[in-house]
């Protein structure tokens, strides 16, 4: 990426930048001559995420909870709130400060965007759709989401910091932005963190069942994390408020998923079914219309390159 690719920007802060997403992202505006400011309170992210960055120029890390205090050296150009659990073992495991982190931590990190009149950028998610009534979904869709299901801590943090961040636009002029980011994945992600691209690869290496749940029919589009950066990045410099979904149309149900991950990491494993979580979507495909028509990006990695990339990133990096 060519400094082009950062109009302007000197510093960018980025909220749970020592996450899967997170460092990747901190490492792409680096590589883009931008200093980085990540803060991460390690809830759910790993210092070892972060570890190639830390003698990188230009590279800070604060650690602390966003839903307390946001502070940072010096003033951004650009803020990019990403603190939050993200996967449902950890959220369902942290459901207060899954709550927090997006209502108190987008408050805070708006905050930080409002007083440096720096751009803010939400990283929301697809689970604003719920279990959706409309296929694919498209922004304009207004979701189908269970407000006292297990799921809604998540679900609703992120519909709240949505609000949130459309109301700090239009009461304080804040130049924010929504990403609504669909199931990514890609190297980084932890192998206990139970969505199903790191449960498949760590099952199929340690040569465990693949465990499918229900009927393995409902179906997942899956962005590899290069593509998924380079979205949230194209949305950053476009200046858009959205919502944009950033995501790969291409959807596979679970039992294909499995399937094909079972023949890229050459194993004997065979597939197991169990229960399905409650309030588990059937379908979850984005319309890319928005993204295509204004920011020009889609998706470039297919999932048989991105699987193979993550499938050599476990066997070199270990799988806990
Ligand atoms: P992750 O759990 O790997 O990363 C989240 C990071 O935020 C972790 O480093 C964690 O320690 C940090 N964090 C959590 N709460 C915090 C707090 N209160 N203060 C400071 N740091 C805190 O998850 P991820 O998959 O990288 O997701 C990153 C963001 O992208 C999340 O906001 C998530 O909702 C969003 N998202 C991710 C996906 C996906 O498929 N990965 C899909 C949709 C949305």
């Known amino acids: 990426m060519s400094n082009a690719a950062t109009p302007g920007w000197k510093h960018a802060v980025v909220t749970g930048g020592a996450g899967f997403v997170g460092s990747h992202l901190c490492a792409a505006i680096l590589d883009a001559g931008t200093a980085v400011t990540c803060v991460d309170d390690f809830s759910t992210g790993r ?123 239009e009461a304080h002029a804040v130049d924010t932005a929504i990403v609504r980011l669909f199931n990514t994945y ?23 069942p693949l465990t499918v749940t229900g009927d393995g029919l409902q179906t997942r589009s899956l962005c590899y994390v290069d593509d998924t950066v380079r979205g949230i990045l194209a949305l950053a410099r476009d200046g858009m408020r959205g919502p944009v979904n950033i995501g790969n149309p291409t959807e596979l149900t679970m039992l294909e998923l499995a ?24 379908v979850r495909c984005p319309d890319i219309t928005l993204a295509r028509d204004k920011l020009q990006w889609e998706p470039r990695v297919s999932a048989e390159e991105g699987l193979r990339r993550t499938i050599a990133w476990f066997r070199d990096h270990g799988h806990d």
């Open 47 to 169: 210092p070892e995420n972060i570890s190639e960055l830390r003698d990188r120029p230009g590279f800070t890390l604060v650690r602390a909870n966003v839903s307390e205090r946001l502070a940072v050296g010096r003033p951004p150009d650009l803020v990019l709130h990403f603190a939050s659990p993200a996967s449902p073992a950890d959220y369902l495991r942290l459901p207060l400060h899954t709550m927090e982190a997006g209502s108190l931590g987008t408050r805070n990190a708006l905050a930080l965007a409002h007083d440096a009149g720096a751009r803010f950028v939400l990283a929301s998610t697809s689970e604003v759709y719920g279990d959706p009534q409309q296929h694919p979904q498209n922004e304009r869709y207004w979701g189908n989401v269970n407000p006292v299901g297990p799921r809604s801590v998540y679900d609703e943090a992120k519909r709240f910091g949505e609000a949130l961040t459309t109301a700090e636009a």
């Open 186 to 208: 890609g190297p980084r992600m932890r192998g206990h963190d139970g969505r199903a691209v790191p449960t498949f690869v760590r099952q199929a290496l340690d040569g465990e």
């Open 259 to 282: 399937r094909l991950v079972i023949e890229l990491t050459g194993s004997r494993s065979e597939i197991h079914f169990v229960e399905r979580p409650t309030d588990d979507p059937a």
